[in-house]
C-alpha cells in the first residue's frame, strides 16, 4: 500500500505522535539510498553530530524514510530503541520505545542527543558531495 502523504506513512507505523506539522515539511524528501544508522555512545550537542553525519558522508534521514524502515523493520527499530535524525535549522525526529509504547516527536531543539540514541543517515553520493 503506497501511503500518499507523511502523516498517512507516520500514522501507519502506530506509534503514538507528537509532530510539529510545519517543522516535518522541512525534513529531508527524495532521498535516494540505503540508509545507515550510526552509534555514538556519548551525549551528544547538536553542533557535534552535523559534524558527525558530515565525518561519515552522510545527509540526515528523512522522517519518510525512518518511517518505512519503521513498517518494514519494527523488530530491529525496536532494538535500537532510540532513533533519531537531525537536519537544517536543529530540527529532528526521533523514533523511541518506552516502557509505555512507541512514539515519533518531530520539533526544533538545541538541546542536544542524549548517549542512548542512533542516527539515521543516507550515503551521499560521490557525485553530489560538495568540496569546499
Known amino acids: 500500500m503506497k501511503m500518499k502523504t507523511l502523516k498517512q506513512l507516520l500514522e501507519a507505523t502506530g ?6 506539522w510545519e517543522i516535518a515539511k522541512t525534513s529531508p ?3 535516494k539510498g540505503q540508509i545507515e544508522f550510526f552509534h ?7 553542533e ?3 559534524k558527525e553525519y558530515e565525518k561519515r558522508g552522510l545527509e540526515p534521514a528523512g522522517i519518510d524514510i525512518l518511517a518505512k524502515y519503521d ?11 532510540y532513533v533519531g535524525t ?12 518506552w516502557c509505555d509504547g512507541r512514539r515519533v516527536c518531530v520539533y526544533r531543539s538545541d538541546y542536544g542527543w542524549s548517549r542512548s540514541y542512533r542516527f539515521g543517515g543516507v550515503r551521499l553520493d560521490q557525485k553530489e558531495r560538495i568540496i569546499e
Open 48 to 50: 557535534e553530530l552535523k
Open 71 to 81: 513498517l518494514e523493520n519494527r523488530e530491529e527499530m525496536d532494538k535500537m530503541r
Open 86 to 97: 537531525q537536519w537544517g535549522d536543529n530540527s529532528y525526529a526521533a523514533f523511541d520505545r
Open 15 to 20: 506509534r503514538d505522535l507528537y509532530i510539529d
Open 40 to 46: 555514538i555512545g556519548k551525549d551528544i550537542s547538536v
Open 29 to 31: 524528501k527524495n532521498q
